[in-house]
C-alpha cells in the first residue's frame, strides 16, 4: 500500500515533519511493508520557509528583525538555486505565537519586522519574493511593512504616525516611495477574506489577537481611512482596495502587498508545486493529513482542504488527523475527508484531560494514531 503523509503543522506543539514523522513511525509498528511517501505542508503561515526549504533546497539566509512590539528577532529568507525567487514568511517577526497573552493588543503591534525581511530578500538580488502570510498578532494593514520599506504613514500636521492598527485613524497622507527595485511582491495567503467589513481582517481575526468589539470596530474604521490613503497616495494601488480577495490575511498585510502592485497567490498552492503534491497524489492508495484544530476555517483555503479535495477529485480517500475536531462530518466530508481523528478523543475527551494530554503529548498521540489507522487501512 502506498501512503501519502502530507500534514500541516500543529501551531505551537510540532512542525508539518515532527507530525508526519510520529504518524509514520506509528503507522511502521503494525506493518512496515507499505510505502510511505512524507510531504509536509504550510499554507503560508508559521513553517512556510521550512517546508519550502526541504522540497526546494536553496540557500536559508539569517536576518536579524523585530517582533510586533519591536523586539529583536530571528527571521530568515529562503533564495532559490537561482537566486531568482525569495520566500519568506510573516511569522517570524508579525507572529501571534512571539507575544504571551497579556502582550496581545492589535491596537499597536506593527508589521515593521515584516518590512526589514522584504528589504532582505530585495537587497538578495530576487526578482520575485513570495510572502507566506498566516498566524500574525497584528492588524495594521501592513503599515508598518510600508514603513520599513520606505514609505511612511503622516498625520495632518505631517508627523510620522505611531505604528499599529489604531493610529491609523488619523492617517491623512504618505511619505516617500517604496525600495522595491522593480521586485514583483507575492502573497502566499490562507485566507480570501477582505480588508475590511463583516468579513474583513479586524472583525473575523482581530478577536484572537486581543481585540474586544470596540477595538474590532475601531481597527475596521482605521483600516477604511488607510486603504483610502493609500488608493490616493500609492502609485499603482489598485482600486476598491478594501474589498479585494485576500487583502484581509495576517491582518491587512495581503491588501499592502496589493497596493503595491503584488499579487496574491494560494499558500498551499505555492507549497503543493513545490513539494510535487499532485504527482504524489496521483499514484497513492491513502492520503493522511492534518492540522493542530479542524474546525470551520480549516475548509477555507487551508491545507487540509486543497489535500482534502486533491484527493476526492481523485477518488482517493483522505484521513485527518487533528489535535481538536469541531468540524461536522457532513461538512468535512462534502470537501473530501473520508474520516478525522481527534488527538483530544484519543486521550479520552477534554472531561477526561484530553485537551491537556493532546497539548503536552502530541508526539506520542500521534504515533498512536499512526499505529491505529495502519491497522484500519494497510491491506
Not at 520557509?49 to 523586539?71: C, H, I, K
Not at 527571521?75 to 531568482?84: K, Q, V, W
Not at 479585494?244 to 497567490?265: K, R, T
Given at each position: ?109 506593527t508589521s515593521y519586522g515584516l ?78 477574506n477582505p480588508l475590511l467589513g ?38 499603482g494601488c489598485p482600486t476598491g ?139
Amino acid at each position: 500500500m502506498r501512503v501519502l503523509l502530507c500534514p500541516d503543522k500543529f501551531a505551537g506543539t510540532l512542525s508539518a515533519p515532527e507530525v508526519a514523522a510520529a504518524v509514520a513511525d506509528g503507522w511502521r509498528t503494525v506493518t512496515d511493508g507499505d510505502e510511505l511517501l512524507i510531504r509536509p505542508l504550510a499554507d503560508g503561515g508559521p513553517g512556510f520557509v521550512e517546508v519550502l526549504a526541504e522540497a526546494l533546497g536553496g540557500q536559508r539566509l539569517p536576518v536579524s528583525t523585530v517582533d510586533p512590539l519591536g523586539r529583536p528577532a530571528a527571521g530568515e529568507i529562503l533564495l532559490t538555486t537561482d537566486g531568482a525567487t525569495a520566500y519568506l514568511e510573516s511569522a517570524q517577526a508579525c507572529g501571534l505565537h512571539l507575544l504571551g497573552t497579556a502582550e496581545r493588543d492589535p491596537k499597536t503591534t506593527t508589521s515593521y519586522g515584516l518590512g526589514l525581511l522584504v528589504a532582505a530578500a530585495v537587497e538578495s538580488g530576487a526578482r520575485t519574493v513570495v510572502i507566506g502570510l498566516g498566524g500574525s498578532a497584528t492588524n495594521d494593514a501592513g503599515a508598518g511593512m510600508l514603513a520599513a520599506l520606505g514609505v511612511s504613514p503622516l498625520d495632518p500636521s505631517g508627523a510620522a504616525l505611531p505604528y499599529g492598527g489604531a493610529a491609523l485613524a488619523l492617517v491623512d497622507a504618505l511619505d516617500g516611495v517604496p525600495r522595491l527595485r522593480g521586485v514583483r511582491l507575492v502573497a502566499a495567503t490562507d485566507v480570501d477574506n477582505p480588508l475590511l467589513g463583516l468579513h474583513g481582517a479586524s472583525n473575523v481575526f482581530g478577536p484572537q489577537k486581543g481585540a474586544d468589539r470596540a477595538d474590532v470596530l475601531l481597527l475596521d474604521a482605521a483600516l477604511e481611512r488607510f486603504a483610502e490613503v493609500l488608493e490616493r497616495d500609492l502609485a499603482g494601488c489598485p482600486t476598491g482596495l478594501g474589498t479585494l480577495p485576500g487583502g484581509g490575511a495576517a491582518g491587512g498585510i495581503g491588501a499592502a502587498i496589493l497596493a503595491l502592485g503584488g499579487g496574491c497567490a494560494s499558500g498551499i498552492g505555492v507549497v503543493t508545486q513545490a513539494t510535487r503534491l499532485d504527482a504524489a497524489l496521483d499514484s497513492v492508495d491513502l492520503v493522511i493529513t492534518g492540522e493542530g484544530s479542524f474546525d470551520h476555517q480549516s475548509l477555507r483555503g487551508k491545507v487540509v482542504a486543497g489535500v482534502a479535495g486533491a484527493a476526492r477529485d481523485r477518488g482517493v480517500p483522505c484521513v485527518v488527523v487533528a489535535g481538536q475536531v469541531s468540524t461536522g462530518r457532513r461538512e468535512a466530508a462534502s470537501a473530501g475527508v473520508t474520516d478525522a481523528y481527534s488527538l483530544v478523543e484519543h486521550f479520552g475527551g477534554e472531561e477526561r484531560g484530553g485537551l491537556d494530554a493532546a497539548l503536552s503529548r502530541p508526539a506520542a498521540g500521534l504515533h498512536a494514531l499512526g499505529a491505529r489507522l495502519a491497522r484500519q487501512w494497510s491491506r
